[in-house]
């Protein structure tokens, strides 16, 4: 389990969200969820309805230096 901190862009909420297990392609500009992004409001969303908040942000940080240790 691993969640981090978005802000919605259709409804404008924060919220904390279970995406699972996060993987790193090396090809791709994005990390990978195994679960979806899911507001509480909205439902299932894109990473391009997101936001990653700066606690977001520092949650997927954790994950990738503890990967690459």
């Known amino acids: 389990m691993t ?10 909420i ?3 969200c279970d995406v699972g297990k996060i993987s790193f392609p090396p090809n791709e ?4 969820f195994e ?7 909205c439902g299932v969303l894109s ?3 997101v ?3 700066e606690l ?8 990738y230096m503890s990967r690459i240790r």
């Open 14 to 16: 924060n919220f904390d």
């Open 56 to 63: 977001g942000q520092t949650q997927l940080t954790r994950v």
């Open 35 to 41: 679960k979806d992004i899911e507001c509480p409001l």
């Open 29 to 32: 500009e994005r990390p990978r």
């Open 3 to 12: 969640e981090l901190n978005f802000d919605c862009k259709k409804c404008k």
């Open 47 to 49: 990473m391009d309805e």
């Open 51 to 53: 936001w990653l908040t």
